[in-house]
């Protein structure tokens, strides 16, 4: 059993930066695929930012949305996981989830991949 605390939601004004942070239990943190999703009122929840496993480095996956905006970054020393907003919109208003898999899967962008999901932390951005 893997859990997932997320950590540095606020509110804050269009323009502004934001990092998420999200601390992994277990041992076996490196393996893992981990990643960002949202999910605003109304919405399905989406992908925001992804990193796995890609041969012996790790890859990241981004949703269009956010690319060159948002980086996802992880510290595998301190089961850390991590993401950088910057430029934020009124569209990124959203509760933000970490999630965690430890098995192999190709789709890395739907959420019902992962099996670990942490309680999410509100992200507002007033325009």
């Known amino acids: 059993q893997v859990q997932l605390v997320e950590s540095g939601g606020g509110l804050v004004q269009a323009g502004d930066s934001l990092r998420l942070s999200c601390v992994a239990s277990g041992d076996n943190f490196m393996s893992y695929t981990m990643g960002w999703f949202r999910q605003a009122p109304g919405k399905e929840r989406e992908v925001v930012g992804v990193s796995t496993i890609v041969g012996a480095h790790y890859g990241t996956y981004y949703h269009e949305s956010v690319k060159g905006r948002f980086t996802i970054a992880r510290d595998n020393a301190g089961n850390m996981l991590y993401l950088l907003m910057y430029n934020l919109k009124a569209d990124d208003t959203a509760v933000y989830y970490c999630?965690?898999?430890?098995?192999?899967?190709?789709?890395?962008?739907?959420?019902?991949?992962?099996?670990?999901w942490g309680q999410g932390t509100q992200v507002t951005v007033s325009s």
């Open positions: 999630a965690a898999r430890s098995r192999f899967s190709p789709n890395v962008a739907s959420a019902d991949e992962y099996d670990y």
